[in-house]
């Protein structure tokens, strides 16, 4: 019998191998990669700290005689003069209007709820409210080995009360713990890559084939210019948007009109829920003023809100990624699935960055 069966005459194809290899070698880095995505989203937002500082560094760089390195510490420093001194100017004000609008709210959720139980509609959404809420304050499960005591009078006995309280207490503080660590990861890891942006750069060029380096790189410096333009459109939006509605919120007397812009501002960074979401302190606030207070409150928002998408972004778009609203709706969506709360957050970047990344590998034809 002939050995043509045998490309090499001693065993298997060296190309099959190989191609069996790389498509383990894909597999596994999928696997790993999915297992430490975590890390890999505070990867993320290191480098949008790092675009941050690059973007106020590059100017100074560019008007005063100062090299690289001084420019990105003046920057550094700024920044944290910047966060000091508006900490210190209205720290106080704006942590006590926060507290009085945490205090405020369940009072006004609990006038809401009184009149939607007038409404059999409104009735039926607050007994599916408090069904959500019973259900979540029964998500933890006890455990292995014990049966967990039934609650169908509705009456709980104090050592279950006490075992939920310390219960959410931990989880809270464990929360915030995390989230503390993981924005000292994410600032000391942005400060290590705005330092030595091209040595990483060089770094992450080497996982590609060296025939295809060239291309890889400017790809990547096309996709970090246009990061930076949308962080720094977004950032100007958030400014006009927290700026106007407290400046609203403070025209029509509601409490509270630094927290309700504070809120306002920092949810504009989530496109579309994000605007959505801010309405609604300053709603259950206004309802304790009447109606009109409340078509006030309403007016504010949508005013802001219309002249921020009609005037503002359309001017800053001229500088910065455009992303269409279906795109941006869906990655908030989709983000928000695969990864959590960090994923809301960071959708719109994470998909600013795939939207240029691709349309610098795939450049319309003319």
Request: hydrophobic content about 55%; charged content about 15%.
């Amino acid at each position: 019998m002939s050995d043509a069966a045998e490309p090499d005459g001693r065993g298997l194809d060296p190309a099959f191998v190989r191609r069996v290899l790389f498509v383990v070698g894909v597999v596994i880095a999928v696997l790993v990669a999915w297992r430490l995505l975590h890390v890999l989203l505070l990867l993320f937002g290191a480098t949008l700290v790092a675009v941050l500082l690059h973007a106020i560094a590059d100017p100074i760089q560019k008007h005063t005689p100062l090299s690289r390195k001084w420019s990105l510490t003046v920057a550094v420093l700024a920044v944290v003069a910047v966060i000091g001194t508006a900490g210190w100017m209205f720290g106080r004000e704006v942590g006590t209007q926060l507290t009085m609008l945490s205090a405020r709210l369940p009072a006004a959720w609990a006038e809401v709820r009184a009149r939607a139980e007038t409404v059999p509609l409104g009735r039926e959404v607050v007994e599916r409210v408090e069904q959500w809420a019973g259900q979540a304050a029964e998500a933890d499960p006890p455990p292995d080995g014990e049966a967990k005591p039934p609650t169908a009078t509705g009456a709980l006995r104090l050592p279950e009360v006490g075992g939920q309280v310390v219960s959410g207490v931990t989880n809270a503080v464990g929360s915030a713990v995390g989230a503390v660590v993981d924005l000292i990861v994410v600032l000391a890891a942005g400060l290590y890559l705005a330092a030595a942006p091209g040595h990483y750069r060089r770094g992450l060029l080497f996982l590609v084939p060296r025939s295809h380096r060239e291309r890889a790189g400017e790809v990547f410096d096309t996709t970090a210019r246009g990061l930076k333009r949308w962080l720094i459109g977004t950032l100007f939006c958030m400014a006009v948007v927290g700026v106007l509605t407290a400046l609203g919120a403070w025209a029509i007397g509601l409490p509270s009109p630094l927290a309700l812009g504070l809120i306002a501002g920092l949810l504009e960074f989530v496109p579309l829920i994000g605007p959505t979401l801010s309405v609604v302190p300053g709603v259950l606030l206004a309802l304790n003023f009447g109606l009109e207070t409340v078509l006030w409150t309403l007016a504010v928002y949508i005013g802001v809100q219309q002249l921020e998408s009609n005037l503002i972004v359309p001017i800053v778009q001229r500088r910065m990624v455009a992303l269409p609203p279906v795109i941006t709706l869906f990655a908030v969506l989709t983000f928000a699935v695969l990864f959590g709360p960090i994923g809301v957050v960071l959708a719109t970047p994470l998909a600013a960055t795939i939207f240029v990344a691709v349309k610098a590998l795939y450049p319309p034809e003319d």
